[in-house]
Nanobody, 124 residues
Framework: QVQLVESGGGLVQAGGSLRLSCQAS????????MGWFRQVPGKEREFVATISWSRGTTYYADSVKGRFTISGDNAKNTAYRQMNSLKPEDTAVYYC?????????????????WGQGTQVTVSS
């Protein structure tokens, strides 16, 4: 089992920045990818980004490419997401997730472990 705890959400004005963290504990050696998803009420959970835990390779949704950056600190078992140039449409609950298989996937169903979610609100 892998447990994920997120932190760093909050309220920010459009154009501002936030940094989210996701700390993993438990059987972290089984984690191949750490992903981020977001969800707004009434909509499906949307892929944001993912990072290969061993190689550091990153993948982004087109909607956040160039504005969001994800990174990982293996020693701390923590993934980070730096969000810049935030827009009101980025408002959502953001979830981190861990995948225990070695192929990169952007689908929600491919991730086995999930954090509790953290609210990000961008005001216009």
């Amino acid at each position: 089992q892998v447990q994920l705890v997120e932190s760093g959400g909050g309220l920010v004005q459009a154009g501002g920045s936030l940094r989210l963290s996701c700390q993993a504990s438990g059987r972290t050696s089984s984690t191949y990818y750490m992903g981020w998803f977001r969800q707004v009420p009434g909509k499906e959970r949307e892929f944001v980004a993912t990072i290969s835990w061993s190689r550091g390779t990153t993948y982004y949704a087109d909607s956040v490419k160039g504005r969001f950056t994800i990174s990982g600190d293996n020693a701390k078992n923590t993934a980070y997401r730096q969000m810049n140039s935030l827009k009101p449409e980025d408002t959502a609950v953001y979830y981190c997730a861990a995948r225990d298989l070695p192929s990169v996937v952007r689908l929600e169903t491919a991730y086995k472990y999930w954090g509790q979610g953290t609210q990000v609100t961008v005001s216009s």
